[in-house]
Antibody, heavy 119, light 108 residues
């Protein structure tokens, strides 16, 4: 059973960089896209972007200038960095696996991590 | 970006009822790359339906999906207590992948 677990600081100061890690267990990272999605309190879901196991990335244009994703297949981890954060970046951040070639869906998700941007 | 518009935004129903949630895309979603997710409070979304009509493994058969082009629907027949949650559609035809705003299904 594939499992994902997000980790990182739950509080980030405005203008600083949000850094999160997603650890993957129970399956290979090869052949899948690994995604980050966020959900602001009481709001809907926003796709941030994804990274393939080769390191190829695709970011949401709404965040593109501030987002960097990376993958370390040797550690079974992906990471997310969002620079110059503001209160609008306060959200629950989820990592998920996208089965691009079979279902096109996000079939496994982490439990999510709440990140609050506040001084 | 493809805008996904769900209706209704909220819905009240009773155990045993059948309900349908619709999702309209602002442009054609080719290959029917529409997914439906269920989310309960404090939990991550869970995929129910992929490519518009295919049931994810382990999901009860009372969930079904339909549609093509720009109009899609999720139907839940014979609602069970555990089905009361928020439902989202998502298109994965083109990036940025986008979600509907959600439909909150509550017990009447």
């Amino acid at each position: 059973q594939v499992q994902l677990q997000e980790s990182g600081p739950g509080l980030v100061k405005p203008s600083e960089t949000l850094s999160l890690t997603c650890s993957v267990s129970g399956g290979s990272m090869s052949g899948y896209y690994w995604t980050w999605t966020r959900q602001s309190p009481g709001k809907g879901l926003e796709w941030i972007g994804h990274i393939y196991d080769t390191g190829s990335t695709n970011y949401n244009p709404s965040l593109k200038s501030r987002v960097t994703m990376s993958v370390d297949t040797s550690k079974n981890q992906i990471s997310l960095k969002v620079t110059s954060v503001t209160a609008a970046d306060t959200a629950v951040y989820y990592c998920a696996r996208m089965d691009y070639y079979e279902s096109g869906s996000h079939d496994y998700w982490g439990q999510g991590i709440l990140v609050t941007v506040s001084s | 970006d493809i805008q996904m518009t769900q209706s209704p935004s909220s819905l009240s129903a009773s155990v045993g009822d059948s309900v349908t949630i619709t999702c309209r895309a602002s442009q054609i979603v080719r290959d029917s790359l529409i997914n439906w997710y269920q989310q309960k409070p404090g939990k991550a979304p869970k995929v129910l339906i992929y490519t518009a009509s295919r049931l994810q493994s382990g999901v009860p058969s009372r969930f079904s999906g339909s549609g093509s082009g720009t109009d899609f629907a999720l139907t839940i027949s014979s609602l069970q207590r555990e089905d009361f949650a928020t439902y989202y559609c998502q298109q994965t035809y083109t990036t940025p992948y986008t979600f509907g705003q959600g439909t909150h299904l509550e017990i009447k």
